[in-house]
């Protein structure tokens, strides 16, 4: 741990890169994955189990978090680390995916977006001042920026209107963050499915010389090969020595090649959302414990796991639970797949540092090839 926001490469194998991220909360070894506490939780888990799984930060939504409980609120309560009861770091995101992901529901201009509640109709209004002042209520340790996010596929004159809008923003943004030794502020590279916007974004936003850089708008709708081309323009545009963000990313398989495209942190809800549903994501591949091949099947999910959720709780245990609806089914899967998360991550991590990552890849593909085991 540091007193200054630092990132050190301390290996890379191609364009893989293993690092440190050092804060005064805790290191963040990279690549890294983090857990989504939108609301201050990690759907259907403690936060003692998450820690114990490995995660060195997660992730709060500021759009949410400032409708309820409020961000004056958190900040009265001691912060959100206090508040949820997390002393690692966390980074907040800017509430620039609601521009898209709640579009009927508000209104953008160059002030920024006036947002209708989706809990209770109020009017709100988050410019890029307003919010980076929501995010330090929060006493988050890196915030982003706010941006508009784009879905794709969408008009080439309307992804760069987005664009230069984010990049205005990004220095609106800059100036609010001022100087908070010890905590980042992200900037976010836009430019939709188009090379020649995306590196224009890079560039501009590597000249406001920030902490770090995220790409965003991505794992909107396209196709993973269009996810990696973006990358393949993107991420040589950025500085080598600043950590680099994938937002929203993703299916382990999109993890894994993206690491292979110089990526180093990420954040998804696909390993807890997917678990509340009965899907379980394993060494095996991803397992749909509704089926009913698991009904009398007293195997665990991967009995070499470190996890006790998968390694302790028979097939037809967690089948039963998920076709009753019982909560413990979403909560054991959830456990099970960030838990596979992170395992992942920490191969993922060991490979480079021996310079074998793409062996590494090569490997863990031919385990979700090859499938899960045969029925009983």
């Given at each position: ?26 290191t963040i070894r990279t690549p890294a994955f983090m857990p989504v506490g939108t609301v201050g939780t990690v759907k259907a888990m403690y936060l003692d189990q998450v ?224 678990g509340r549903h009965g899907l379980a994501f394993t060494r095996y591949g991803r397992i749909n414990l509704r089926n009913a091949r698991h009904a009398e099947d007293t ?78």
């Amino acid at each position: 741990m540091t007193e200054t926001f630092q990132f050190k490469l301390l290996a890379t194998d191609g364009k893989a890169r293993r690092g440190e991220v050092s804060m005064p909360r805790g290191t963040i070894r990279t690549p890294a994955f983090m857990p989504v506490g939108t609301v201050g939780t990690v759907k259907a888990m403690y936060l003692d189990q998450v820690r114990e799984l490995g995660a060195d930060i997660i992730l709060g939504n500021t759009y949410h978090l400032m409708l309820r409980p409020g961000a004056e609120r958190v900040a009265r309560l001691g912060g959100l680390h206090n508040f949820i009861r997390w002393e690692r770091p966390i980074l907040t995101d800017s509430g620039g995916f609601q521009v898209m992901s709640l579009s009927s529901l508000r209104k953008l201009d160059e002030k920024g977006v006036t947002f209708k509640s989706h809990v209770d109709g109020a009017l709100y209004h988050m410019s890029p001042e307003r919010s980076i002042e929501i995010q330090g209520l929060l006493d988050s340790d890196i915030q982003m920026q706010l941006d508009e996010c784009v879905a794709l596929p969408a008009e080439p004159n309307e992804i760069e209107r987005a664009m230069e809008m984010s990049l205005r923003w990004a220095e609106r943004c800059k100036v609010a963050f001022g100087d908070q030794p010890g905590k980042a502020m992200f900037g976010i590279v836009q430019g939709g499915d188009i090379p020649k916007l995306r590196e224009r974004s890079a560039l501009a936003l590597k000249d406001l010389d920030l902490k770090g850089y995220a790409v965003g708008g991505l794992a909107v709708g396209e196709p993973q090969d269009v996810m990696l081309d973006m990358l393949d323009v993107t991420c040589p545009a950025l500085p080598a020595e600043k950590p680099r963000y994938l937002m929203g990313v993703g299916t382990p398989d999109d993890i894994l090649k993206s690491v292979a495209h110089g990526i180093d942190m990420f954040d998804c809800v696909m390993p807890t959302r997917s678990g509340r549903h009965g899907l379980a994501f394993t060494r095996y591949g991803r397992i749909n414990l509704r089926n009913a091949r698991h009904a009398e099947d007293t195997r665990p999910l991967d009995e070499q796991s470190s996890c006790p959720a998968t390694r302790d709780y028979s097939r037809a245990y967690l089948h039963h639970l998920i076709r009753a609806n019982e909560s413990l089914g979403g909560m054991l899967l959830s456990w099970n797949n960030l838990a596979y998360y992170q395992e992942l991550m920490a191969g993922i991590r060991q490979a480079i540092e021996e310079g074998r990552y793409a062996d590494f890849m090569a490997e863990t593909q031919e385990g979700w090839k090859r499938g899960d085991l045969p029925p009983v």
